[in-house]
């Protein structure tokens, strides 16, 4: 069995104040993190994809939709953005290892 632990419990935006909680966690024995998705840059998350990897924490991520970007709305032009964030979220958890 593996544990993690989900970041949002210190922030939604990863940086660099968030390394001394990722070593501890490292420490305390923890085998990965789940990432807060919010941010969509793309080299944000390969910047700290590489960091994770060099600590040793695997990763899983965690994001969420709102009405104006809703995938499942009766809407097309709304779901459309829907998609396309979370294809853009795929490339960013790509990017980051998770």
Not at 27 to 46: C, R, T
Not at 52 to 61: I, V
């Amino acid at each position: 069995m593996k544990y993690g632990m989900n970041l949002l419990l210190w922030t939604g935006e990863m940086h660099d104040g968030m390394l001394p909680v990722l070593e501890s966690l490292k420490q305390m024995g923890y085998d990965g993190v789940e990432l807060p998705m919010f941010n969509m840059d793309v080299d944000h998350w390969a910047r700290w994809g590489k960091r994770l990897d060099d600590l040793g924490l695997k990763r899983t991520a965690v994001t969420v939709r709102s009405e104006e970007d809703n995938p499942i709305s009766p809407d097309a032009s709304v779901r459309a953005k829907g998609i396309e964030a979370n294809k853009r979220c795929i490339d960013c958890c790509v990017a980051g290892g998770a």
